[in-house]
């Protein structure tokens, strides 16, 4: 039984809360440049290479999950962030259409609760601090209790570069010691809560009686077609599927692969570091990898594929990058590769026509992961629209390595977060990537125009004038 929040921690929160509104209210005349070079200190002090690499790697150490050696170069998003940040304005006037005699005003949201998942101690801090400082709202961070110390030091420096500027430390702050009863009355007492993690704490979110951005599932899957670039599809899928370790909800997970490539696209797997399971190792990993509720297993998480092998009980080359099975035909809530895997294994299914390949994708986003991303790697356009119009997912990526992509990458147009909207299928408000825009309140402004009247009959069309039965 979960214990009751206690009186410190009630007044804790509270504290927090009231610190964070004279925070905000000393920013609140701040102009548009004012606030570009507060969101500029705060990504620097956070994204330089020594102190995001020394951040994130304890984030590695802390939560024992995750490729110490990779995430280091998480420090781009913050890059990118600030990038889309610097290109929007947030404070006044921000939108204009005088044809329609509209004019939009932006104005802080007030207080977030930000939980923080231990995937991204270090990443999503300032991911959201950038944009959030940038709306003049103050942000209460509340960490996974396995990695607190990672996102405490992390706003920390934050605070440092709030006080760089002449801006007040208290616009970030951190929970140094979570509970649960404490995360639950600090979202009740916030203006707004942003949720990234897992279902437990996006639910948590939903229920708190505030608005809230929360995110769905992942269960990334793949279609790959007889157009595609074998080589370039390989490459990009090793990238998605081993970056962090398999730690993020965008992972390729399931691959699709037209049979009369299936074998090549095998064998260009196997180039980048693939593992081609046996039926034997293949049951090996399901026992090892779920428990007998049917719950992914810790030690398996976020790990080298040599790890999750070890743990299942066989061996596989020290030069081996990741595991995949062969799972064709075997889809549903029985049958557990088909649903997120959150590790470096993917699994592959094949298909004679694009039909199959659609057929297959419904099926798996059934099973999990509704709302949040799938890819296709093809040249033909109408495989990418029929995929487009077929899959119920917020985002597709063309010929791009999904965890690098779908989040914001320098070369694609999506904007830059560390939240994936997964819309009303994955149970979430929105289908967009959670950016800066999320965070502001508007005012619109209406002025008389000439009147917009169509006629009626250009209103009902061929219905005009008919009579009803």
């Known amino acids: 039984m979960a214990r009751e929040l206690t009186e410190d921690e009630r007044q ?40 995001f690499t020394r951040l994130a790697q304890q984030g590695v150490d802390e939560s024992g999950i995750g490729d110490r050696e990779g995430r280091p170069a998480k420090r781009f998003k ?39 998942p231990m995937t991204n101690p270090a990443m999503t801090p300032p991911v959201t601090g950038v944009s959030s400082a940038n709306v003049r709202n103050a942000v209460i961070f509340s960490p996974h209790p396995r990695t607190a110390g990672t996102t405490f030091e992390m706003v920390e420096v934050m605070r440092a570069a709030c006080r760089a500027v002449g801006a007040p430390e208290d616009l970030f702050q951190a929970i140094r010691y979570p509970s649960i009863p404490l995360t ?56 998605s599927k081993t970056s962090d370790f398999g730690s993020g909800c965008s992972a390729d997970g399931n691959i699709i692969i037209q049979k009369s490539i299936y074998d090549q696209m095998i064998k260009a797997l196997e180039v980048e570091g693939g593992y081609l399971c046996s039926q034997e190792e293949k049951d090996l990993l399901e026992k090892a990898m779920w428990d007998e509720k049917g719950n992914r297993t810790f030690p398996t998480i976020a790990c080298r594929p040599q790890q999750t092998a070890d743990v299942a009980g066989f061996s596989i080359p020290e030069d081996r990058k990741f595991l995949m099975v062969e799972n064709q035909g075997q889809i549903g809530p029985d049958h557990k590769f088909s649903k997120e895997k959150l590790t470096t294994l993917m699994a592959l ?46 985002r597709m990526m063309v010929r791009q390595p999904q965890s690098k992509a779908n989040a914001g990458a320098w070369t694609n147009g999506m904007p830059m977060t560390s939240s994936l909207g997964c819309g009303i ?23 008389p125009i000439a009147e917009d009247r169509p006629s009626e009959e250009e209103l009902f069309g061929e219905f005009y004038g008919q009579e009803i039965a």
């Not at 610190?19 to 507060?38: F, I």
């Not at 199959?356 to 059934?366: E, G, P, S």
């Not at 959670?434 to 209406?446: E, G, I």
């Open 425 to 447: 299928w994955g149970g979430n408000i929105t289908n967009e990537n959670v950016t800066m825009k999320h965070m502001m309140n508007y005012t619109w402004v209406s002025r």
């Open 78 to 116: 913050i890059h990118m962030v600030l990038r889309d940040v610097l290109r929007t304005p947030s404070t006044g006037i921000v939108e204009v259409d005088e044809e329609r005699g509209l004019v939009k005003y932006a104005k802080p949201a007030g207080v977030i609760a930000s939980l923080i």
């Open 12 to 51: 804790l929160a509270l504290d927090m809360v009231e610190r964070a509104r004279v925070a905000m209210a000393a920013v609140e005349d701040w102009s548009q440049k004012d606030l570009d070079r507060l969101s500029q200190a705060i990504a620097w002090y956070a994204g330089n290479e020594e102190t």
């Open 184 to 239: 639950q009355f600090l979202m009740e007492v916030a203006d707004l809560t942003l949720a990234t993690g897992g279902k437990p704490m996006v639910k948590a979110a939903y229920s708190s009686g505030r608005p809230a951005y929360g995110v769905g599932a992942g269960n990334s899957s793949i279609v790959i077609d007889d157009t595609a670039d074998i080589e370039i599809a390989a490459q990009n899928t090793r990238i």
């Open 349 to 394: 299914y094949h298909f004679d026509t694009f039909d199959d390949a659609l057929a297959t994708v419904a099926q798996i986003y059934d099973t999990g992961g509704k709302g949040h991303s799938c890819g296709i790697y093809s040249h033909n356009d109408d495989h990418i629209d029929r995929l487009a119009r077929l899959a119920p997912v917020s």
